[in-house]
């Protein structure tokens, strides 16, 4: 199996506004992009994000030229400096190390600002947890969600 080339790039208001809408352009898509978590990550973005406020907007993840997934803050940090962050890219990318490439770069991008990172895994998705745990996260609790049922709470501190 041959190493991804992966990348992050900000989602631009044509490209949210595609998605959004169910359009596909002639390529530069995965088949199996967008997913639903995919969907609602791009829900969030902001247009205006700059390098200072990286939290504002939603990042695609490029994988050997396609888009392949997202990952993102689901806001900004806190006045504690805690924020939390969500991933997900498409089933047929899995196993390929990409998850763990795009995570790696969305910790660069806010290195060093003192934050305190958090990610939710449900119980079964132990493939995400493997990639939290590579990428320095430990396991800090578990809660109960009426949607997702039980998920295991991560965090990262990033210095």
């Known amino acids: 199996m041959t190493t991804p080339m992966v990348t992050l790039r900000q989602a631009d208001e044509a490209i949210v506004r595609a998605v959004a809408d169910g359009d596909r352009p002639e390529g530069g898509w995965a088949d199996d992009f967008p997913s639903e978590g995919d969907l609602a990550g791009l829900q969030m973005s902001r247009f205006d994000a700059d390098a200072h406020e990286p939290w504002s907007a939603s990042w695609l993840i490029v994988v050997d030229g396609l888009i392949a997934g997202t990952i993102g803050f689901k806001g900004a940090p806190s006045p ?24 790696a770069q969305l910790l660069d991008i806010v290195a060093g600002r003192s934050l305190d990172l958090y990610a939710e895994t449900t119980v079964q998705n132990v493939a995400s947890q493997t990639v939290l745990r590579k990428s320095g996260f430990e396991q800090v609790g578990e809660r109960r969600d009426a949607h997702d049922g039980d998920l295991l709470v991560w965090c990262r501190r990033m210095d």
């Open 80 to 103: 504690d400096n805690t924020a939390e962050i969500g991933y997900g890219v498409v089933r047929s990318q899995w196993g390929r190390g990409v998850a763990s490439a795009a995570l």
